[in-house]
């Protein structure tokens, strides 16, 4: 048989001529081998009729037709000219689409009403400060603006300076320019706000004008707020709930804290209620001086119950101004304010800062005066502080006082009365101490213009976690009696203060070579060697349960001979280091309740020099945790203990370190 010559093979099947079951069992069964064959035969005749459609679609035309390909059919291209006009017209088209684009995006609006009008203003000042209002207007429409009159409403307190464009009647009226389309204009106007602290003034502008050809008027509002933070020092005023009737009765007024005084001279101005039939006791000398280094600051009565303060700088120093008033007669609860005020060269006078109180009057020519670390105000206390108390009692009667007993009534869960150091031994009853003449001789008898002072202390416990639900509050008063029976009531009574705790904001600082795991996040020589680099890493929690804290920070100042390394990561606010001041600071901000735990975490280095061989060198000399608690409204301040090369908080560098540097 030739090479590669096919061999077909023929399967041929015949016709049956008898359909019964019995004549197709007879029929004889194919073999696989001819199976195979037959499916290799039936594979191949599929494959064809494949290929033949496939063709069949490329040799057809659009009607399903065989198209000869012998022949070629040429279109005849299009003219020039009509091709031409064909580019034109796509040109066109998308020029049209893009002009409204444009036109629907960024050319002028129409609305008659486009006119925009924005004033800003500083977030914070001080009372007194010099700032600007910046106010700006622009015109968006495709329309000019004609007839521009902008107004501003002053917030109370505010005192105009100048303004860029003068203005058209009086200080808050401009009639400014026309405005076309697209122009912009803009004014600033300098003044100073003299305000209470914590307020917020509101300044209202509006605008109006009249569009192309319109003949109504259109109007366009705008408005910015500040805050006025204060005069730029601290203002405090010591006083008595109780007032004795027909007696001297003192007020101090404290100016502390002095950083900026901006408002210059001022007023202090001192009023008792008419119907109260008051009147206002002078001191010694109507005139007061204090000399401080930067010069001297004078109070000096100007008229009536005024007094004016000259001379007020930064570094002032603590002021302490002595007030006295008189109630000669029993009133429905009198008021008595202490303003402070800013009187200017044309007579208007502003307030920024004032205080009113309602004494409780009181008829007594025994007079009890309780001080509590100092003051006699209400206030706010710090857990694990100590309470210095002062009860001072005065004769200012005619008569003589026998056998008098003398009470000091404390209440609070967080008093604690283990710590209780009074030299006179007083008895100590359900919260109560009792002085009588066996503790204190000299209140067998009191005679008039006589007067003492029995001094103790005790000691506020620290906060625990289980204390949350404890009263917070501390309230404290003095009340006297004769013939040695102790008397309950309002007439014998000294003034009450009470003391709300403090939320218990703790900073726990550590210094450390090795983490708690033992493992080094330290580097360099330890102990430190001179003139070579220690690397050491700062760990800061800050804890707090009771109170939501506000404009919480922390602070680390570097000593001379320590470098901020960077590496700081923390959960809440920001960590950064201050070139000037040489302080790494943490803003936290707010911190509610519900955020119990903070932490935070950053690298220093430390070099020391020739001078610092052999000595134990301080890193952190108390770093510092400053908020204001929300509820007591009152200046929180946590200082952690000075760390030293010694590495106090770090075991297992203590194993191989003296902390004397080498």
């Excluded at 499916?39 to 494959?47: A, L, Y």
């Excluded at 109260?276 to 000398?285: F, H, K, L, N, P």
């Excluded at 002085?435 to 008898?445: Q, V």
């Excluded at 103790?456 to 309230?475: A, E, K």
């Amino acid at each position: 048989m030739a090479e590669g010559k096919r061999i077909k093979k023929v399967l041929r099947v015949g016709r049956a001529t008898d359909s019964s079951l019995s004549s197709f069992v007879e029929r004889p069964i194919p073999t696989d081998k001819e199976v195979a064959m037959f499916e290799r035969v039936v594979g191949r005749e599929v494959h064809e009729q494949e290929i033949d459609s496939n063709l069949s679609e490329i040799y057809s035309d659009q009607d399903g037709k065989k198209v000869d390909v012998r022949k070629m059919d040429v279109k005849k291209r299009l003219p020039f000219l009509i091709r031409l006009f064909r580019r034109f017209l796509i040109v066109a088209v998308l020029g049209l689409a893009a002009y409204f684009a444009y036109s629907y995006w960024f050319a002028p609006i129409s609305d008659v009403s486009g006119l925009e009008l924005v004033i800003t203003s500083p977030e914070r000042i001080a009372a007194g400060e010099e700032f600007s209002y910046h106010i700006s207007y622009s015109n968006p429409t495709k329309y000019p603006l004609s007839r521009l009159r902008l107004e501003l409403q002053y917030p109370i307190g505010f005192v105009f300076h100048s303004s860029s464009i003068e203005a058209g009647s009086g200080d808050y009226g401009w009639d400014l320019p026309d405005l076309g389309p697209g122009e912009k204009g803009s004014l600033i106007v300098t003044g100073q706000l003299i305000s209470p602290p914590d307020s917020v003034q509101v300044v209202f502008g509006n605008l109006s004008y009249l569009p192309g050809t319109f003949s109504s008027q259109f109007k366009k509002e705008a408005s910015a707020s500040s805050l006025v933070s204060g005069p730029g020092f601290r203002v405090d005023l010591n006083y008595s709930g109780t007032a004795f009737l027909d007696q001297d009765n003192e007020m101090t007024l404290i100016i502390s804290e002095i950083t900026d005084n901006y408002l210059g001279d001022f007023n202090i101005t001192f009023t008792v209620p008419a119907e109260a039939s008051a009147s206002v006791i002078e001191t010694a000398t109507t005139t007061s001086t204090s000399t401080t280094a930067t010069g001297t600051v004078q109070i000096i009565k100007s008229g009536g119950t005024t007094w004016q303060l000259s001379g007020l700088g930064r570094n002032s120093g603590r002021q302490e101004i002595p007030l006295t008033y008189r109630i000669k007669q029993r009133s429905d609860k009198p008021e008595i304010k202490v303003r402070l005020e800013k009187r200017l060269e044309d007579g208007q006078s502003y307030v920024f800062w004032e205080k009113t109180i309602q004494p409780e009057l009181v008829d007594s020519d025994l007079n009890l005066t309780l001080l509590l670390n100092g003051s006699k105000n209400d206030g706010s206390l710090n857990f694990s502080q100590p309470l210095d108390y002062s009860l001072t009692y005065d004769n200012r009667g005619a008569n003589t006082f026998q056998d008098v007993v003398i009470m000091a009534a404390l209440s609070g869960d967080f008093i604690d009365w283990d710590s209780l150091s009074d030299s006179n031994k007083g008895q100590v009853k359900n919260g109560t101490i009792i002085w009588t003449k066996n503790e204190i001789p000299a209140l067998s008898e009191i005679k008039p213009g006589a007067s003492g002072a029995i001094d103790f202390r005790l000691n506020l416990r620290s906060g625990r976690d289980t204390d949350i639900g404890g009263d917070l509050l501390i309230v404290s008063y003095g009340q006297y009696g004769m013939n040695n029976t102790p008397t309950r009531g309002d007439a014998n009574k000294s003034n009450t203060i009470t003391s709300r705790l403090n939320s218990d904001l703790n900073l726990e600082e550590q210094i450390r070579y090795f983490n708690e795991d033992n493992l080094p996040v330290g580097s360099g020589p330890l102990p430190p060697r001179v003139g070579e680099k220690t690397g050491l890493k700062v760990y800061w929690t800050i804890t707090n349960n009771l109170h939501e804290l506000s404009e919480t920070r922390a602070v680390f100042t570097l000593p001379s001979y320590a470098s901020w390394e960077g590496g700081q990561t923390t959960n809440v606010g920001s960590l950064y280091y201050d070139e000037v001041s040489r302080q790494i600071v943490w803003e936290i901000g707010r911190l509610p309740v519900s955020v119990y735990r903070v932490d935070a975490e950053f690298l220093i280095g430390l070099t020391p020099g020739e001078p610092d061989r052999n000595k134990i060198l301080i890193i952190s000399p108390g770093s510092t945790v400053i908020a204001m608690d929300t509820e007591t409204k009152d200046t929180i301040t946590r200082k952690t203990g000075p760390k030293t090369t010694k590495l106090e908080d770090d075991d297992i560098a203590g194993l191989s370190n003296s902390g004397i540097v080498q």
